[in-house]
């Protein structure tokens, strides 16, 4: 076949594939362009998730008719000049794409004033052609309405996400830009409602708190550094507001928004110790550097960036946050209980240390005291933490979990402590079959609760060792058991609440919950929408125990929502739903529990589907067993 040129309009809608990938891309493309035109209030109102229509307004410098004509043609643009511009690009768009790319796909009217004109020009365009040009009062700076995104390209329309979904890509597109240029005022409607609206001050922490909450945003902490002439600022989270995912995660250079796996892994190692390994730190990270040390022209989109010296970029992040950490109180102050009535010298503890280890009644039972058996507060009310699950088994509460001694009237009879040890020698060389955890070779009925280490872990002896369980994780498996099959039942009950409670949500999780509201809903949660990005939340999913505030539970499973792959299928949806809630209603760590709460949990534990990791891949029990307690002090 011959070479051909394509035509204007067939190059145009190739373009367009690339730059406009959705409603997001159009909003972003024109929102840049506002920016370089040095507008300093932008408006965005968007209807149908931007399929429908797209509204940018500014007050930048304008357009006379002559380059508003010319802003349709591919390739025209006032940002570069030459080859040489592209190393040291300072303006947020360069490449003359955007414009005629949605043109092509859409229909366009572009209403543009410069200051000193009398009149302003109006231009309407329909799938790239132009259709009419015409004179019209308009204040200085340009509005750009787009209608009808993809009219003329259905093919594109079978890709989009739902119209909800279109517009939290959106709230997020817009939330990047609002915290990369805090010193523009930006404005974002959606159907007619305020998402929210950052004043252009300049000052950071007012932008975010109008993009990631005001209770996150006034506790963030500061971050600085410079480093051979590339500069960092911004905000972080402290480590107890860590998330699971990265969409609290804003980076920007030079006013850029872009993402970087770089600062991914900077920022994490950074926080490594603080946070557990699948967390992340929400943060607000602005870098200033040379234009000409940064390519920013590596994707159509303009998302990434390439730095000359990616090292130096990833020392800049993982030091800034690093000294950011050590300059605040970070790590919470963390004691083991302590009774106060029973004040003891360091010598008096190490003689009853001493004493305990060689009490025994020779067949592997402590009488070891805890403190946290004297001093710790009784929970009546959290009985009630594992109802609507079977029934404690009442032999395994015969033993008593905790004895005491009379340390005083203990005389060591050496003779017979060697005979017992030489005993214990042979009971350990002549097990043949040891108990494997992660086989579940278990027997249950051998189960005896020794206490809880800091509150958060049960300690377990059984025939073939010692269990260290996970508290949390373990309640969190017996209750996503039950929750997941009342959904499958569709017998979840809903818990109204007496007093409907104002549900605060960030622009982005308000869209997530209108996105997934008929899923919430199905799974518990009665919510209605308010002004702004406020809910009314009138019920709950009613799960055993739980100590979770209403609210909390269900901005958390909003939150948790927002993980899920785009155009997953509705048991997609509820698992997640039933995963996140779960893990909220769980026994949290460092809280007490008394020994007949531990054996109920152990038990139900033990009647679950996977008793031995929680749903996110954690593991609930470690297993500590005889023959290894032998082998490490060598007794075999």
């Not at 002439?229 to 872009?258: C, E, T, W």
């Not at 998302?303 to 690093?322: H, P």
Request: hydrophobic share 35%.
């Amino acid at each position: 076949m011959k070479i051909r040129r394509l035509a204007q309009d067939v190059a145009n809608k190739i373009a367009a594939g690339e730059v406009v990938e959705r409603p997001a891309s159009c909003v972003k493309e024109l929102v840049e362009n506002s920016i370089d035109a040095g507008a300093r209030e932008i408006s965005v109102e968007i209807a149908s998730g931007g399929l429908e229509m797209i509204r940018v307004s500014d007050n930048g410098c304008g357009m006379d008719r002559e380059d508003a004509i010319l802003a349709f043609e591919r390739h025209a643009t006032s940002k570069i000049t030459g080859a040489d511009d592209l190393f040291r690009i300072t303006s947020l768009g360069f490449r003359g794409e955007a414009l005629p790319s949605i043109a092509s796909v859409s229909k366009v009217t572009l209403t543009t004033c410069t200051q000193g004109d009398d009149v302003g020009s109006l231009i309407e365009l329909s799938g790239g052609e132009i259709v009419q040009i015409s004179d019209v009062g308009a204040p200085v700076g340009t509005t750009i309405e787009v209608g009808e995104l993809f009219f003329n390209t259905p093919a594109r329309l079978k890709y989009l996400s739902s119209s909800r979904a279109e517009t939290r890509r959106v709230v997020d597109t817009m939330s990047k830009l609002a915290l990369a240029r805090p010193d523009v005022s930006l404005r974002l409607r959606v159907d007619d409602r305020l998402v929210f609206s950052t004043s252009g001050s300049g000052d950071l922490i007012d932008a975010a708190a109008q993009v990631m909450g005001t209770e996150l945003a006034r506790k963030m902490i500061p971050v600085s550094k410079e480093i051979d002439g590339m500069s960092i600022s911004g905000l972080i989270a402290h480590p107890d507001k860590a998330k699971s995912g990265r969409d609290d995660q804003y980076f920007s250079v030079n006013g850029r928004p872009f993402v970087s796996k770089t600062a991914w892994v900077a920022s994490d190692r950074a926080a490594d110790r603080l946070i557990p390994a699948e967390k992340h730190l929400p943060l607000v990270l602005m870098v200033e550097v040379d234009p000409s040390t940064v390519d920013v022209n590596v994707h159509p989109t303009k998302s990434e960036v390439r730095f000359s010296d990616d090292k130096q970029f990833y020392s800049l992040v993982y030091g800034a946050i690093t000294s950011a950490l050590r300059s605040y109180d970070v790590m919470p102050d963390f004691e083991l209980p302590h009774d106060e009535r029973d004040e003891m010298t360091t010598d008096k503890v190490s003689n009853e240390v001493q004493q305990s280890i060689y009490m025994g009644d020779g067949h592997g039972q402590s009488v070891y005291q805890t403190a946290s058996s004297q001093s710790e507060p009784k929970f009546d009310d959290m009985r009630t933490m594992f109802e609507d699950v079977s029934a404690v088994e009442e032999d395994t509460l015969k033993t008593p979990v905790f004895k005491s001694s009379a340390v005083n009237d203990y005389k060591v009879d050496w003779s017979e402590m060697v005979r017992e040890e030489r005993q214990r020698e042979e009971e350990y060389k002549a097990r043949q079959e040891p108990c494997s955890v992660r086989e579940g070779n278990i027997d249950v009925s051998s189960f005896k609760i020794i206490g809880q280490l800091a509150n958060t872990y049960i300690l377990v002896q059984h025939s073939g060792g010692l269990l260290i369980v996970d508290q949390h994780v373990a309640h969190e498996r017996v209750l996503v058991d039950i929750f997941r099959k009342r959904a499958e039942e569709r017998a979840v009950e809903v818990q109204l609440l007496l007093t409907p409670q104002l549900v605060d949500l960030t622009p982005r999780l308000c869209t997530t919950a209108l996105e997934y509201a008929d899923q919430l809903e199905k799974m518990g949660f009665q919510f209605d929408q308010l002004s702004g990005n406020s809910m009314l939340l009138r019920g709950v999913p009613m799960i055993p125990g739980t100590r979770t505030s209403p609210d909390e539970m269900f901005r958390e499973t909003v939150c948790g929502l927002e993980d899920v792959p785009k155009g997953s299928e509705d048991r997609v949806i509820y698992d997640k739903i039933v995963v996140t809630a779960s893990c909220k209603a769980a026994v949290k760590a460092g809280m007490p529990l008394e020994p007949d709460m531990m054996s109920k949990l152990m038990n139900d534990l033990f009647k679950t589907s996977a008793p031995f990791n929680c749903p996110h891949g954690r593991p609930i029990i470690l297993n500590l067993s005889y023959e290894k307690l032998g082998r490490s002090f060598k007794r075999i």
